[in-house]
């Protein structure tokens, strides 16, 4: 019985997460109380979120860590699948890419929050440095085995991560932008900068 009410517990969390995603996305951090949110997710009452969690600020300390998790999930899985650093290089870029695209919502949350929010006692929202850490693999792979130049690895990270992540305000720009294209533009560019000929 335990179990069976963890479990629902967890998918009320999930399913209050996902609503307050879908709020910050289109209206920002200030229209998002409780009542909004849980008008979002078909909740019976604000109530329900206080529940589950203790404040507003750990409500969105864990849609920013859930957000983040799941893409560097996909970032990592990409480059495992990857064959060789070059590949694996290629599969960052257009992993992230691709996540990106298809959840639209969840980086737009991050962007107002990274902007409208501070998690306590912390200096910032939340932490990209783990976005990097599957491309870090990769560059340190790549500089031991000759294929990538030995260029700083943490600085070419940064680069990269500061490219990748202008996707969604190309796509602002550019309603009609191809992900695909934009991730095979940055594989272009950074191939041609990182890969030794």
């Known amino acids: 019985m335990q179990t069976k009410r963890s479990f629902t517990a967890e998918g009320r969390r999930t399913q209050i997460v996902e609503a307050t995603v879908r709020v910050i996305a289109r209206e920002g951090l200030t229209r998002a109380s409780f009542g909004r949110i849980a008008a979002e997710g078909g909740l019976s009452s604000p109530g329900m979120i206080s529940y589950h969690f203790a404040d507003k600020d750990e409500l969105l300390a864990v849609l920013c860590d859930t957000v983040l998790s799941d893409c560097v999930r996909t970032l990592e899985e990409a480059v495992e699948a990857a064959t060789d650093p070059v590949e694996g290089l290629t599969a960052y ?3 992230f890419v691709s996540w990106q695209d298809t959840h639209r919502d969840e980086v737009a949350a991050l ?3 990274a902007v409208d929010w501070r998690r306590p006692g912390a ?3 939340f932490d990209e440095r783990p976005l990097m850490q599957p491309l870090l693999g990769v560059l340190h792979a790549g500089q031991a085995s000759g294929v990538l130049r030995s260029l700083h690895p943490g600085w070419v990270a940064q680069t990269v991560l ?3 992540e202008s996707f969604p305000q190309a796509l602002h720009e550019d309603p009609e932008l191809d992900p695909q294209t934009f991730a095979e533009t940055l594989v272009e560019l ?8």
Request: with cysteine; charged share 15%.
């Open 93 to 95: 870029l257009t992993a």
């Open 111 to 113: 962007r107002r929050l």
């Open 123 to 125: 200096a910032a929202a």
């Open 162 to 164: 500061c490219a990748v």
């Open 190 to 197: 950074f191939g041609r900068g990182l890969v030794v000929s």
